[in-house]
């Protein structure tokens, strides 16, 4: 059973636009949502993390939009950048639950020059 | 300050063996966590250690299994090796249980 379900898989932005990438979660004890960065041959690097008290965080280009009645969180990058292109991970975690962080699949995201 | 050290980079085993991987977590960090990466399973929770207890473990055989030392350095250990176990194996440091976690770049372990 899939958790969180990420999408799109893959996503190609022109450089300048705005990168949207979706989470839906189905566990309603999920309460830490957090985005990672992957570039080939690292790991996974934070980005940003939101907790379902707020509908919104932003982090310089990088904003978690959350809607807590539908299950869903997006994040959106302002003026993509050619460097942002990574695959970019959803998350959730239930504090204190007993597992840790359940990942989304992932989304391939190449910004054209 | 020094990120997650993950040893060794790359790993290649033959089916049956086991296999030891290391993880040094940033420095006052004491919880430590493991995930398998795969291009079909995407990450997986492995196991999570605090205080050198094992809180928290994913859905994985027992081959699977780890420890953490006094210092919160963390070992895992996965024995007879399948072809199926080939994957990035990531370790994850947090300042304790449900705080933000940091990932190390991996170890690469390819079965033949």
């Known amino acids: 059973q899939q958790q969180v379900k990420q999408s799109p898989q893959s996503l190609i932005v022109q450089k300048g636009g705005i990168s949207i990438i979706n989470c839906a979660y189905e566990?309603?004890?999920?309460?830490?949502f957090p985005w990672y960065q992957q570039f080939p041959g690292k790991g996974p690097a934070l980005l940003i993390a939101i907790r379902p008290d707020v509908s919104e965080k932003k982090e310089g280009r990088f904003t978690i939009s959350f809607n807590k009645s539908a299950k869903q969180f997006s994040l959106h990058i302002m003026d993509s950048q050619p460097g942002d292109s990574a695959t970019y991970f959803c998350a959730a975690r239930v504090s204190g639950g007993a597992d840790g962080l359940t990942f989304g699949k992932g989304t391939h995201l190449i910004i054209q020059p | 300050k020094a990120g997650v050290t993950q040893t060794p980079r790359y790993l290649i085993k033959t089916r049956g063996q086991q296999v030891t991987l290391s993880c040094s977590p940033i420095s006052g960090h004491r919880s430590v966590s493991w995930y398998q990466q795969t291009p079909g399973q995407g990450l997986q929770f492995l196991f999570e250690y605090f205080s050198e207890t094992q809180r928290n473990k994913g859905n994985f055989p027992g081959r699977f299994s780890g420890r953490q030392f006094s210092n919160s350095r963390s070992e895992m250990n996965v024995s007879t090796l399948e072809l199926g176990d080939s994957a990035l194996y990531l370790c994850?440091?947090?300042?304790?249980?449900?705080?933000?976690?940091?990932f190390g770049d991996g170890t690469r372990l390819s079965i033949l």
């Open positions: 566990n309603t004890a999920f309460d830490y």
């Open positions: 994850a440091s947090s300042l304790g249980p449900d705080q933000p976690q940091h």
